[in-house]
């Protein structure tokens, strides 16, 4: 068994962030854009990423909101929460005011309760973004319900 030595916080590039995330998450591929990237390493090794960007919802993308887009992990204990924490420090230290991200349904959420975020609402199903006057591919997440979290 691999003993995880202590983690600590380290800056990424957006290159290096998109890149793990490919690799690593579960059901998304990498977001667009982003404001900032953080990450999080054990000996060297990159174990976490965390990707915050503008909130996807239009009605949230106020100039006073962050979202946390995209939080992928190889698996190590404790270093989501890690993200999450170092994120919402991040979003206060750059003037925001408000950091939200979603959980999907079979996600419990135990790395953002351990951060101290709490529920805002549950989202019914979406059928999806494709509209007729502005056409979308699918992208895996179509019909499943979602949880909004915010940074307390």
């Known amino acids: 068994m691999t003993t995880i ?8 590039s957006q290159k290096q962030a998109k890149a793990f995330c490919a690799m690593w ?10 404001k900032f990237a953080v990450s ?9 990423v965390a990707i915050a960007g503008r909130p ?5 993308d106020n100039g006073q909101t962050l979202e946390v887009t995209r939080v992928t992990s190889d698996g190590c204990p404790d270093a989501c929460s890690m993200l999450y924490g170092a994120c919402w ?5 750059l003037g925001y005011t408000r950091l939200i991200t979603y ?5 419990p959420g135990t790395s953002l309760r351990a951060a ?6 549950e989202r019914r199903p979406r059928p999806g973004w494709n509209m007729p ?11 499943i319900p979602r949880t909004l979290w915010e940074a307390a």
């Open 5 to 12: 030595r202590a983690l600590y916080l380290t800056p990424v």
């Open 25 to 34: 998450h579960r059901h998304n591929v990498p977001p667009r854009g982003m």
């Open 40 to 48: 999080v390493a054990s000996d060297g090794v990159l174990r976490a």
């Open 56 to 60: 996807v919802a239009r009605h949230y």
């Open 89 to 93: 420090r991040a979003a206060k230290a």
């Open 103 to 107: 959980t999907q349904a079979d996600e």
């Open 116 to 121: 101290g975020w709490r529920v805002v609402a």
């Open 133 to 143: 006057s502005r056409p979308r591919t699918p992208n895996g997440s179509e019909g």
